[in-house]
């Protein structure tokens, strides 16, 4: 791959000034993670790494001056095009116009295999990965927010994929809680069964804005808790109603999947555990980890000094389970099941310490595979808010980036007549919707996403897709083959025409990808 062998050009001239063996210092040469707010370096070595005393002992000044004093003993070459000295580090730069041409050629050589058979890659160990995301409350129609988990972590899962790892993809339905007691109180005020058979989850929509209108009512609230209690003594009258609402809401979900092109191998949700739950509250017991408060809940004290400044509510007064009771559950039947190497839950930040007092609490009931359970957490989408109706449907979305893609191909003049002009602006539209929803920093929350995501203008990458797809009339059935016409169109591509920023995002960064092997 290009990045191993612009290391070995650098190791090259490393060991001719150091004399030591090009080979023991390529491992010390590290991609530097690409930066939004500053220009930085495309790799670096440290000076640490190849001293004799490993330079535990050496002072900060002491390994800033040996990174000057290296520095200045290395010339730029027809690689690097520059080199400088950090704390102690050497930093060099990677001549842009080659970059752009060595990835360029590697990729037409790879094809969809590109940065697969890297040797950075040829040591990672294969493993079993249980990767849970998507995962949006049934009910409720699948709007914006849900997109972010969607994308990155299908993302995540094709990459383990295509470097060799086994991927359970899980789905992991909000399906239970008190809010299905809210919803079901609701339909029985205002549902309409003729609506719901053929508009089921905007018609359970209405529904659940009107019902949160009215919970401010105490009478309201109790009605709710009372249905949720049904629900956990398995009311059959109850039980068929909320089956309905599963059951809609799994099929709307499918055909969004469908077109986002998108799969899951594991349906599962909170209802799965609502038995194995009341196991979990046992074993807490048992374990002398759970604590009963004065109005009933049940606690779990999470502080170092065992004085509840910390601690995580795992069941409500009346006996019924909570969301965190659930998790818990679905933790250890998953590692039950599948004994996977890593457990990998992708949701937005706002969970961060709900998977925090999660971990906490499976260590403490001894389960040490919890180390190799990680939270990928993204920025919130701020403004959506569905309790009072406010939010964007993921579907509507679609439909707009396809209607502008339509109108693009038709005030294009290079636009060729192509068979199926719909198809192929629903594939180059969700194409560019994906890339925008990658490009956005992940970890920020974010009120304009909605805009940025849907406004198509600008990107680079979209034009790439655009041109080819206007210009050839292949189908792409999907993200491999949407790949490979690309790759037919880089073939045609002048690596001069990328700016500096464009190559150092768009072709370099995939290498920085490490956290999610």
Not at 101 to 115: A, F, H, I, P
Not at 382 to 388: A, E, H, I, L, V
Request: glycine share 6%; hydrophobic share 40%.
């Amino acid at each position: 791959m290009a990045a191993c062998s612009f290391r070995r050009s650098i190791a090259s001239q490393l060991s001719k000034v150091l004399d030591l063996p090009p080979e023991n210092l390529i491992k010390s040469i590290s991609a530097v993670p690409v930066s939004k707010k500053r220009r930085v370096a495309d790799f670096q070595l440290s000076i640490a790494s190849v001293t004799e005393d490993n330079s535990r002992d050496c002072l900060a000044p002491d390994l800033h001056l040996q990174a000057q004093k290296l520095a200045e003993g290395l010339k730029c070459d027809a690689v690097v095009s520059e080199i400088s000295a950090g704390p102690g580090t050497v930093n060099f730069t990677i001549n842009r116009e080659l970059l752009a041409k060595t990835v360029l050629r590697q990729v037409l050589k790879d094809g969809s295999e590109y940065g697969v058979k890297s040797e950075l890659f040829s040591t990672v160990p294969k493993q079993k990965a249980v990767i849970e995301f998507s995962s949006p409350n049934i009910a409720k129609k699948f709007h914006i927010g849900h997109l972010r988990s969607t994308i990155v972590g299908n993302f995540i899962a094709n990459l383990k994929v295509a470097l060799g790892h086994e991927v359970i993809r899980m789905n992991y339905l909000g399906d239970w809680g008190m809010q299905f007691g809210l919803l079901g109180v609701g339909f029985q005020l205002f549902g309409n069964k003729e609506k719901l058979k053929t508009s089921p989850l905007q018609h359970l929509f209405e529904v659940y804005v009107q019902i949160n209108k009215a919970a401010e009512d105490e009478n309201t609230k109790k009605l709710a808790k009372d249905f949720f209690r049904k629900l956990e003594e398995h009311d059959e009258q109850t039980l068929s109603l909320w089956k309905q609402f599963r059951d809609f809401s799994i099929d709307e979900y499918i055909r969004i999947y469908k077109r986002l092109g998108v799969h899951f191998d594991e349906y599962s949700g909170e209802s799965f555990y609502q038995e194995k739950s009341k196991e979990v509250l046992k074993m807490l017991e048992n374990k002398g980890l759970l604590q009963k408060t004065i109005k009933g809940t049940g606690i779990v004290d999470l502080s170092e000094k065992k004085d509840l400044s910390s601690f995580s509510t795992v069941m409500r007064s009346d006996g019924t389970s909570l969301y965190i009771t659930r998790d818990l559950a679905a933790a250890i039947d998953r590692m039950n099941k599948h004994n996977c190497d890593t457990m990998i839950y992708v949701t937005d930040k706002s969970q961060s310490n709900h998977f925090q007092q999660l971990f906490q609490i499976l260590k403490l009931m001894g389960y040490d595979w919890v180390e190799r359970c990680q939270h990928v957490s993204f920025g919130l989408v701020q403004g959506m808010k569905t309790r009072r109706g406010e939010v964007i449907f993921l579907e509507d979305v679609l439909n707009e980036v396809r209607s502008r893609m339509l109108e693009n191909m038709a005030s294009t003049k290079t636009t060729k007549e192509i068979e199926d002009p719909m198809e192929t602006a629903e594939k180059v539209g969700l194409a560019a919707l994906i890339i925008q929803v990658t490009l956005i920093y992940c970890s920020r929350t974010s009120r304009a996403f909605c805009h940025r995501i849907i406004s198509l203008a600008g990107i680079e990458l979209f034009k790439v897709v655009e041109i080819q797809a206007c210009s050839c009339s292949t189908p792409m059935p999907d993200s491999t083959g949407m790949m490979r016409s690309c790759i037919d169109l880089l073939r045609i591509c002048n690596p001069s025409t990328l700016s500096a920023t464009s190559s150092h995002s768009a072709i370099w960064q995939p290498w920085h990808i490490k956290p999610f092997l």
